[in-house]
């Protein structure tokens, strides 16, 4: 024997239905079946609201019934044959002729008792077990349709129903003697009592129905079709790639379902878990689906965490107090003040002090528990010994489940160190006595990013992840972005990490998002994002996020973002910067910023701020962490000089190969810096200090070749100087090409000082053939008789970025 049982969505229409039937046919294939099923999707709330609307005597309970048949028939039009179709369309409507009768009577007296109720609830499974029957019969399905209420008996216990299981079981036994068939269909959720009168099963009905009959009739598995495939390692709304879980033991179905799983009702399952018969949970819409197998001994799994789920709308009730220090009594008064009134306690924690208790509630419930608590505790109140009961509301409880929790070693460390890279604060912690779960109580604003990040620890991919706020968003930001898109993939499966972004600014607007920005969109979210006029806006946002593993990654040339970096150290936040301002700025700044990185254990990587995506700070690392010294540098590091002075010749105005050079983003946006060598020199005084040396930019020596009349005014200003000394720029040129020389603007280092300025060289130097962008550094150590030479395009926004993102990926 099997039992099988269908949900409300399961038999919403016609569709579903015909699903349901197909189901069956294959069911019965294999075994002897019964069949529960459910009132159709919302049938049971409409026929509350007929009652309801009955008692309050609104005639629109009519209209309601009026509806209710029409969908009935609508049901039997679309499913039975023609040869049925007279027959069950009569039997429908003599149930809504009595349901009519009952309404009408509720409508008459204005009174609603618990037994009418009970009565009209029962025509919505009544109706639709009736109308799967006719559609069996009008395929030939043999079967035999049967009344629950003449099975499962109740008893009034405490205004609740209680099922008398050992007359139950009788009856049960008695309905399979007296019919030898292979199909049995019973409606469910509803019962009668001993004077024969209707009565109902409460919340999950129709899944105690089933269970009762798998245990009477000694079934070998109870099958609960739904319409989710099995239980989820999580809430599928919620996380996109939550699994099912093919194998779970009652006890964890039984965890997971209290906190939140609505897959199965734990008190309804309760008497086929105590008699050891199999659950399976499967999908009506995807029946060769596996689903989810609920037992008493799953197989062994690697991992033995199974799932999470959650609670919403929970309020925490703290009760406080230095009278509560080893004075026995007052836990138990504060539990019987809240089972008084009816008061369901979720979740306890208490500190080891004694001094104060949490417990969590529904939140309903919060504002009866305070007056309560309140009362109870009146004097010790009014001696101070404790103080009024604290109600918080606006929390959720989330429960990693899982079998022996107390001897998975770091699960809870796991946990609660997801939750902290999100920057989830944990209001409460405790762990079940069934050993089956870790619970943490966070604020509903934070529940779904909780589930999604504790999910990704224990079922996603292994890999890091790594958040992303991003300063500037120009043509390096907006390149950057680009290339993580790109690189998505692979860099997941190289280097084991996603990068999210989670933060973007430009000079006008900033957004935020701690899930990830969406990427595809992001012109249209920065655009309708938050005013970022100030600039101190979007870095207390990032500081309020605490999200862990985060970087902040200036694509700027900005003197405020760049002060903001120690700042950003001490929150625990990484650097990555093409932005030159902070390292080259004093060196006590500097010194700052090295130890201060080191000692909050962040990353600072500025590669890109001397040579684009060229590897040439972290080639000087290596050589003198390898033992070597560097005893002399030269180097050419602006490729937009090196554009300027490899493609002028004289032809071209050379003002007209600026702009050029400024339109393709090789130089600073603003040139100036780039043409007075202020540029060249921040990047030669980094160089110098990862050498060893304490060189303030200031000490570098500047061999300009142009004067400062050059820089008075604004950047329009500067181009009518350039093009009113064209004669000038063609005079240098043409005296280094008359000596067959090349201008070059070159930085230098050599016994412990530091050199820029436009040199003319000849081709038996390395830097002769340096053409475009390309910048180019020349070490001369003690290992390597000859000089080491880094050369590749020094500028450029794609170059900048792609260093950019190597730096982000070598941090650990």
């Known amino acids: 024997m099997q039992v099988l049982k269908f949900g409300g969505t399961s038999v919403a229409n016609s569709i579903n239905i015909q699903k349901v039937i197909s189901i069956i046919q294959k069911s019965i294939e294999h075994d002897k079946t019964i069949v529960v099923a459910?009132?159709?999707?919302?049938?049971?709330?409409?026929?509350?609201?007929?009652?309801?609307?009955?008692?309050?005597?609104?005639?629109?309970?009519?209209?309601?019934?009026?509806?209710?048949?029409?969908?009935h028939?609508?049901?039997?039009?679309?499913?039975?044959?023609?040869?049925?179709?007279?027959?069950?369309?009569?039997?429908?409507?003599?149930?809504?002729?009595?349901?009519?009768?009952i309404a009408n009577s509720v409508y008459m007296i204005r009174e609603l008792s618990n037994h009418t109720i009970d009565l009209i609830m029962s025509f919505g499974e009544i109706l639709s077990t009736k109308i799967i029957s006719a559609k069996l019969n009008s395929i030939s399905i043999s079967h035999k349709w049967i009344d629950s209420r003449t099975i499962i008996r109740t008893e009034r216990h405490q205004s609740q129903n209680i099922v008398d299981t050992k007359t139950t079981n009788t009856n049960i036994k008695k309905m399979l003697a007296k019919n030898n068939c292979k199909l049995y269909l019973l409606p469910g959720f509803i019962a009668c009592d001993a004077q024969g009168r209707t009565t109902t099963l409460g919340r999950g009905g129709s899944d105690y129905t089933a269970s009762l009959l798998a245990v009477g009739s000694a079934a070998r598995i109870l099958e609960i079709w739904t319409d989710v495939t099995g239980m989820m390692t999580a809430d599928p709304r919620v996380v996109g790639e939550a699994k099912t879980i093919d194998n779970i033991s009652y006890k964890e179905a039984l965890e997971l379902s209290h906190f939140g799983a609505k897959v199965v009702y734990p008190p309804t399952i309760q008497p086929v878990v105590s008699k050891g018969i199999p659950i399976y949970v499967k999908n009506t819409f995807a029946p060769h689906e596996r689903g989810t197998l609920i037992e008493s001994n799953p197989p062994e799994t690697q991992s033995k965490i199974r799932g999470i789920s959650s609670s919403n709308r929970i309020a925490l009730l703290s009760m406080e107090g230095n009278g509560m220090v080893g004075i026995p009594g007052y836990s138990s008064r504060l539990f019987d003040t809240l089972a008084k009134n009816e008061i369901n306690i979720i979740l306890i924690t208490q500190a080891s002090s004694v001094h104060t208790m949490c417990v969590a509630i529904d939140e309903p419930s919060a504002d009866k528990a305070k007056i309560a608590v309140d009362e109870t505790f009146a004097y010790e109140i009014s001696l101070k010994k404790v103080e009024?009961?604290?109600?918080?509301?606006?929390?959720?409880?989330?429960?990693?489940?899982?079998?022996?929790?107390?001897?998975?070693?770091?699960?809870s460390g796991r946990m609660f160190d997801a939750l902290g890279r999100c920057g989830i604060n944990i209001r409460a912690i405790a762990q079940g006595s069934s050993e089956k779960n870790v619970s943490t109580v966070v604020s509903t604003v934070d529940v779904?990013?909780?589930?999604?990040?504790?999910?990704?620890e224990f079922f996603g991919e292994s890999k890091k992840i790594i958040n992303v706020f991003l300063a500037g968003y120009g043509s390096v930001g907006k390149n950057l972005i680009e290339i993580i898109k790109q690189q998505k993939q692979y860099i997941e499966q190289r280097w084991g990490k996603e990068i999210i972004v989670v933060g973007l600014s430009n000079s006008k607007k900033y957004i935020i998002n701690k899930t990830g920005i969406n990427l595809e969109n992001i012109d249209a979210e920065i655009n309708n994002g938050e005013d970022n006029s100030s600039g101190e806006d979007y870095f207390d946002k990032i500081f309020s996020c605490s999200l862990h593993n985060t970087i902040l990654v200036d694509c700027t040339a900005n003197r405020y973002v760049s002060s903001k970096y120690n700042d950003l150290f001490l929150n625990g936040i990484s650097v990555v910067t093409c932005n030159k301002i902070a390292c080259s700025s004093s060196f006590s700044n500097y010194k700052t910023l090295i130890e201060s990185a080191k000692k909050e254990k962040v990353s600072f990587r500025y590669e890109t701020a001397v040579g684009a995506a060229l590897p040439i700070i972290s080639t000087l690392n290596q050589i003198i962490s390898s033992g070597d010294k560097v005893h002399a540098c030269e180097a050419v590091l602006s490729g937009s000089l090196n554009f300027l002075f490899s493609n002028y010749d004289g032809k071209k105005p050379?003002?007209?190969?600026?702009?050029?050079?400024?339109?393709?983003?090789?130089?600073?946006?603003d040139p100036r810096l780039d043409l007075s060598g202020t540029d060249v020199a921040r990047k030669i005084t980094i160089l110098a200090r990862e050498l060893g040396l304490t060189v303030e930019q200031n000490d570098i020596a500047n061999k300009t070749f142009l004067t400062d009349e050059y820089f008075n005014g604004n950047v329009d200003d500067f181009y009518l100087m350039i093009d009113k000394n064209e004669a000038y720029f063609k005079e240098m040129y043409d005296k280094a090409n008359v000596e067959n020389k090349k201008l070059r603007f070159i930085a230098s280092i050599k016994d412990g000082k530091a050199k820029i300025g436009l040199e003319k060289i000849d081709n038996s130097h390395p830097f002769y053939n340096l053409n475009g962008t390309d910048n180019a550094v020349i070490l001369y150590t003690d290992f390597y008789q000859s000089p080491i030479i880094i050369q590749g395009a020094g500028a450029g926004t794609k170059q900048t970025a792609s260093g950019i993102l190597n730096d982000i990926l070598l941090i650990n």
């Open 38 to 71: 459910s009132a159709i999707s919302g049938c049971t709330d409409n026929l509350i609201l007929i009652g309801n609307t009955a008692a309050a005597h609104d005639k629109k309970y009519m209209e309601l019934i009026d509806k209710l048949e029409e969908h």
């Open 73 to 101: 028939l609508q049901l039997i039009d679309e499913l039975i044959s023609s040869e049925y179709k007279a027959e069950t369309i009569a039997t429908c409507r003599d149930f809504i002729k009595n349901l009519r009768e």
């Open 388 to 411: 009024p009961l604290k109600v918080e509301k606006g929390f959720s409880i989330i429960s990693l489940v899982g079998n022996d929790m107390k001897n998975q070693s770091g699960a």
């Open 448 to 456: 779904n990013d909780a589930i999604r990040a504790i999910h990704h």
């Open 654 to 669: 050379f003002a007209r190969i600026i702009r050029e050079a400024q339109n393709a983003g090789y130089t600073e946006p």
